[in-house]
C-alpha cells in the first residue's frame, strides 16, 4: 500500500514538476534575467578574447545549432523525423542568391521572400504523408531534397546548374556581409539564438503541448480534438520557414553556393545527426548536439583529413552509436548535472514555501 | 518522335524496370515483415558491384557467374548487420525513426567505406556481350538489358516459390501476418527476422551483377537506388512482393519514357510526381494489405 502511495506521488511529482515549467515559460518576465543576461553578455564578447581561428568553429556551432533547432520543431516535436531539411536549405539559399543577383534586392529582403517559398515547397510533402503514418514522411523529405537538388541542376539557364553561383564579396552589412568572421559571429549567434527562442516559445505554447501529444499518442490527442495533420503541419512550415533563412544567410557568408553543397544529403543528415546528439525534442538540445557534431567534425578532419570519406564514416558510425546507446541524447546529462549542482541552492531558496 | 521510339523507351523500361522490381523485393521484405526501412538498401547494391567487376577484372568471371557468390556472401553480411545493428534495435525498443535514423548512419557508412576502399573513380565492367543487341523489327533489345530482364524473372519466381512452398517461406508470412499467432505455432521470430534481412540484403547483391553490365559502378549509386525502390515499395504495397516487381516496371519504363521525351533529368521529378500521387490517392499501392 505504502508503496503504491509513493508511486503515485512520484507520478505526480512529475507532472507538477512538469507544470512547473510550464507556467515558469508562460511569461518572459520569469526568465532569470540575471542569469539569461550574465549568459548573454559572455557569448556576446566571447570574439573579443578567443583566438581568431577558433571564431570559425563557435561560428560553425551557431549555424548548426540554428539549422538542428529548426529541423527539431518537426522532428523533435512534432516527432516526424525528416532527412531531407536540405531542401529548405537550398530554396532559402538559391532564392536569395538570385534576387539578390539579377534584381540587386538586398539579402535581407531576399531570405523572407526564399522563407515564404519554403512554405509552399513544404506543404507539397506535408499534406500527402501527414495523412498517412509511417515512414512516409521520412521518404518524402529524402525525395523532394533529391527532385530540388536535380532541379537545379537542370535549370542551368537560372541557377547555373552543378557550376554553381559564386556571389561577389562586398563586406558590407547591406548585403548580409561582414568584413571578418568576428561579424559573423554576431550574425550566427543572433541566427541560433532566435531559432532557439522561436523553439522555446513553440515548445512551452499551447501549441508545443499539442505537437507532444500527437508525437506520443495520436489517437488520444486526436480523440481529445487535437487535428494532427493540422499540427504536423504548422511544425513543417515553421521548420522549413526558419531553415530557409539559414540558407539565405548561409549563401552570403560562404559566397559560393551549388547544388551538391545545400542540397546534398549530407546536409540533411549533418542537421539530423547534432539534432539526435542533443536531444530531440529539447529546447538547449540543439547546441549541445551542434557543438559535439563540430567538435567531432574538426577532430575527425585533424585524425583523418586526408582519408576520402573519412569523416563521414565517423559520423555514420556516430549516428548508429547514439541511436543504440542515447537515443534520447545529451542534454539530459548536462541537465541531470545542473540539477545536480544547483539542488541545495534552490532547496534554501524554496524551504520556505514548502508546507 | 515516331511510335517506334517511344515503343523502344517503353521496352527499355520494362527491361530495366525487371532489376528495380527486383531490389525493390528486398526492400519490401524486411520493411513488411519485421517494419524496418532499409534505409543501406542501395548501398548493399552498390557494395555488391564491387566484388562483381574485380572478379571480372581478375579472372575474367563472367558477371552472371557472379550471381550465386554475392547472394550467399551477401545474406551472411546481412545477417552480421541483422545482429549489429537491427536486434540491438529491437532490444532498446527504437522508436520508428530511430530505426530509420541507425540504418542511414548504416547506408552513410557504408558509401564513404567504399569511397574511402576503392576511390571516387568510376569503375566499368566490359562484358562479353555489353555491346550486343537483337533487332526485332525497328526495335532494338540490347541484349545486357534482356539478360538482367530474365535474371530478375527467374530471381522473383525463385523468392516467391520459397515464400509460399517452403516451410520457412511460410513461417516468414506468418511473422509478418500476426507475430504473436506465430509465436503460438512454434516460430521464433528472431530467426525469421534474421532470414527476412539476409534474404533482402541478399537480393539488393543479387540485382548488381546484372546492373553491373550497363552501368557504370561509383560509391554513390546506392542513394538514388535506395529512393527509388522505396517508391517502387509504396507503389507497389508494403510488404507485397508482386507489387514490387510490378510498381518496378512502371517505374522503370516511367524513367525511361520521360529520359526520352524531356530529359534524364526531369525523370526524378516524374517519379516524384508519381510517390506523390499514389500517396494522395492509393496510400496502400497496387497490393498493400498490412499498411502500419
Known sequence: ?355 | MEVHQIIQAVVNGLLLGGIYGLIAIGLTLPFGVMDIPNFAHGEFVMLAMYPTFFLWAAFGFDPILSVPIVIPLFFLIGIGVYYLILRRLFIVNASPPARLLALAGLSIFLFNFAMYKWGTTHHVLKASYGMSAIAIGPIIIRVPLLISFVGSVILTLLVMLFLNKTFTGKALLATAQDREAAILMGINPWRMYMICFGLGVGLAAGAAPFLCTFQVIFPTAGISLTLMAFVIVILGGLGSVPGAYLGGLVIGMTESVISLLLTPELAWVAIFTIFVLILLYKPKGFFGKWIK
Open chain 1, 1 to 355: 500500500m505504502k508503496r503504491e502511495m509513493t508511486q503515485e506521488m512520484e507520478m505526480h511529482k512529475e507532472t507538477i514538476e512538469k507544470m512547473g515549467t510550464h507556467r515558469y515559460a508562460k511569461g518572459l518576465a520569469r526568465i532569470p534575467k540575471v542569469k539569461v543576461g550574465l549568459f548573454i553578455l559572455l557569448l556576446a564578447s566571447m570574439p573579443l578574447f578567443v583566438p581568431s581561428s577558433f571564431v570559425h568553429y563557435i561560428n560553425l556551432i551557431f549555424f548548426f545549432t540554428a539549422l538542428s533547432a529548426a529541423w527539431n520543431v518537426i522532428s523533435g516535436f512534432g516527432g516526424q523525423l525528416s532527412l531531407g531539411h536540405s531542401a529548405f536549405f537550398a530554396v532559402g539559399a538559391y532564392t536569395s542568391t538570385l534576387l539578390y543577383l539579377h534584381y540587386g534586392l538586398t539579402p535581407w529582403i531576399g531570405m523572407i521572400a526564399g522563407a515564404f517559398l519554403a512554405l509552399p515547397t513544404a506543404f507539397l510533402i506535408g499534406y500527402p504523408t501527414f495523412r498517412l503514418r509511417g515512414a512516409y514522411f521520412v521518404l518524402a523529405t529524402l525525395a523532394l531534397a533529391e527532385v530540388i537538388r536535380r532541379l537545379l541542376v537542370y535549370l542551368k539557364g537560372v541557377t547555373k546548374g552543378s557550376v554553381g553561383i559564386t556571389l561577389p564579396f562586398l563586406g558590407d552589412l547591406r548585403v548580409l556581409q561582414f568584413r571578418s568572421e568576428r561579424g559573423y559571429y554576431y550574425l550566427l549567434l543572433l541566427m541560433a539564438l532566435v531559432v532557439i527562442f522561436v523553439g522555446w516559445r513553440v515548445r512551452y505554447s499551447r501549441m508545443g503541448y499539442f505537437f507532444l501529444a500527437i508525437r506520443e499518442e495520436q489517437d488520444a490527442a486526436e480523440a481529445l480534438g487535437v487535428n494532427p495533420k493540422r499540427y504536423k503541419m504548422i511544425a513543417l512550415l515553421i521548420s522549413a520557414f526558419l531553415t530557409a533563412i539559414a540558407g539565405s544567410i548561409y549563401a552570403q557568408w560562404a559566397c559560393y553556393i551549388d547544388p551538391d553543397a545545400v542540397c546534398s544529403i549530407e546536409l540533411s543528415v549533418q542537421i539530423a545527426l547534432a539534432g539526435i546528439l542533443g536531444g530531440m525534442g529539447t529546447v538547449w538540445g540543439p547546441f549541445a548536439g551542434a557543438t559535439i557534431f563540430v567538435l567531432s567534425q574538426a577532430v575527425g578532419l585533424t585524425l583523418m583529413g586526408g582519408v576520402v570519406g573519412g569523416v563521414y564514416m565517423l559520423y555514420g558510425m556516430l549516428l548508429i552509436v547514439a541511436i543504440l546507446i542515447r537515443p534520447q541524447g545529451v542534454i539530459g546529462l548536462l541537465e541531470e548535472a545542473y540539477r545536480a549542482l544547483s539542488k541545495p541552492l534552490s532547496k534554501k531558496l524554496t524551504a520556505h514555501v514548502r508546507p
